[in-house]
């Protein structure tokens, strides 16, 4: 097996040693949460065929977004098993279409929406912190700015968490969550999607993660809103 430093950098990386058990739209989610905060993802190729299981490749736009993920994440606890990146030895594409899933076109124009899409999204510096300007914090974060958060409730340990996906699972955010320090456990309510409550030991430690990933996208339309639970 190649080590990652035979191979250049380059924009998209290999993860493999992924849970088997997840299923494949869930997968590609969870990735595109975890990921996406290191910068614009192109493409996300994940195939549940005998060979390909347990694999999947993230192509960022670029470079730099790449590396920062393959150093940040390696060995990163994912569905229980620890992710093992390199950088991918071909790109994605030449997957995809060994699989016999790939047109051209197709992939041309689906570029052209997501870039459109970018480019509609209101840019406001990074004055949010330096994870914001990769996924499109800072307008949510102002929107949902922390004086009405701080009206609402005190500062406590627990987070409530608005605006999801209705597809969002309780392990795509405990993924997410899990990167801070304290986290304990997310707490869904089957009756109502698109909320969550996520438990972390201490208030200090739940300020954190709710700075880090206030307005964080899971998908391109659903900014986070996070505010503290109320007691």
């Known amino acids: 097996m190649m080590l990652t430093g035979d191979i250049p950098p380059n924009q998209t990386i ?26 614009r993802i192109v493409d996300i190729v994940a195939l549940k065929t005998p060979k390909l299981r347990g694999q999947a490749w993230v192509v960022f736009s670029e470079v730099t977004a ?10 990163f606890p994912f569905y229980d098993k620890p992710m093992r990146i390199q950088y991918a030895k071909s790109k994605s594409d030449c997957i995809a279409k060994a699989e016999g899933t790939y ?3 197709k992939k041309q124009e689906e570029k052209v929406e997501k870039r459109k899409r970018t480019e509609e999204t209101p840019q406001t510096g990074a004055a949010n912190g330096p994870r914001a300007d990769s996924n499109g914090g800072p307008a949510a974060a102002s929107r949902q700015g922390k ?4 009206d609402v409730a005190e500062p406590n340990n627990i987070l409530f968490i608005q605006n999801l996906p209705h597809e969002t699972t309780s392990m795509m955010l405990e993924v997410l969550f899990k990167q801070y320090p304290g986290f304990r456990e997310v707490r869904m309510i089957e009756a109502k999607p698109g909320i969550a409550f996520v438990e972390f030991d201490d208030d200090v430690q739940s300020s954190v993660a709710m700075q880090a990933l206030q307005g964080f996208k899971i998908t391109p339309q659903n900014p986070m809103a996070i505010t503290y639970a109320k007691k």
Do not use: H, T, W
Request: proline residues 2%; hydrophobic residues 30%; positive net charge.
């Open 66 to 75: 790449a590396s920062n993920a393959v150093r940040q994440m390696q060995n």
């Open 103 to 105: 047109d051209k076109k």
């Open 14 to 39: 290999y993860i493999k040693n992924i849970n088997e058990k997840v299923k494949k739209e869930e997968l590609k989610r969870s990735l595109y949460c975890l990921f996406s905060q290191y910068g």
């Open 147 to 150: 004086p009405s958060a701080e």
